[in-house]
């Protein structure tokens, strides 16, 4: 068996070259999003490390799904009792990770996270097939359960519940939209050179970086 210090490729999908950057990054990473979700190399495109820090300061990352982006930020979705969703409420300062590995490349971003309102979820939980619905009354996120069919028995007895008309919106169900105060693109380069710019938002607009491998 090879050693972990072993494993290593060539990074030769292409570059990243400086007179090609949009002044909005937004505009770059739709340009990426658009690549990766129409890649055969990724299976979940809009899968994303998210980071969040405890009152301890002790971080924690998980792997959320975006649901959408726009020039205001990054929306996802969650339970509102979660490990994540207690961890905004103390510090709302989190980072957010797209490793594309597939495709060479990371995008990495730091922002706020910012609760969104009622009808924002609202907008979004009615296009969700309605075994997620039900699913998201089922689970008391990040709590400790007995066993799995604790969760198997709580998901029938809510699935006959709401057998027939709508399911409604829990309370303890909501989003965030994460507004960006940085975002850092990233694509491999041939002998570990990588290419790497910062963007770092100011008040006029955009400033942009490129940082050492």
Not at 29 to 55: G, I
């Amino acid at each position: 068996m090879s050693k972990l210090s072993d494993i290593r490729r060539e990074y030769t999908l292409g570059g990243l070259n400086e007179e090609d950057l949009p002044s909005d990054p937004m505009v770059l990473f739709s340009k990426w999003m658009e690549q990766a979700r129409d890649s055969d190399l990724l299976s979940d495109p809009t899968a994303m490390v998210l980071a969040t820090v405890d009152a301890d300061g002790q971080p924690f990352q998980r792997i959320v799904l975006l649901k959408r982006f726009d020039t205001g930020g990054f929306v996802f979705f969650t339970n509102l009792a979660s490990r994540k969703s207690q961890h905004i409420a103390v510090n709302s300062k989190v980072s957010i990770l797209f490793p594309w590995h597939s495709l060479e490349r990371q995008v990495a971003i730091t922002g706020e996270a910012e609760a969104l309102s009622t009808a924002e979820v609202m907008k979004y939980f009615i296009t969700r097939p309605k075994e997620s619905q039900i699913a998201a009354w089922v689970s008391k996120q990040s709590s400790k359960i007995s066993a799995r069919q604790a969760l198997e028995s709580k998901y029938a007895e809510m699935k006959a519940k709401f057998r027939k008309g709508e399911v409604p919106l829990p309370k303890f169900w909501g989003g965030y939209i994460v507004k960006p105060t940085s975002i850092e693109f990233w694509q491999g380069g041939e002998k570990r050179l990588h290419d790497r710019f910062l963007y770092t938002k100011e008040a006029a607009g955009w400033d942009i970086c490129r940082l050492a491998p």
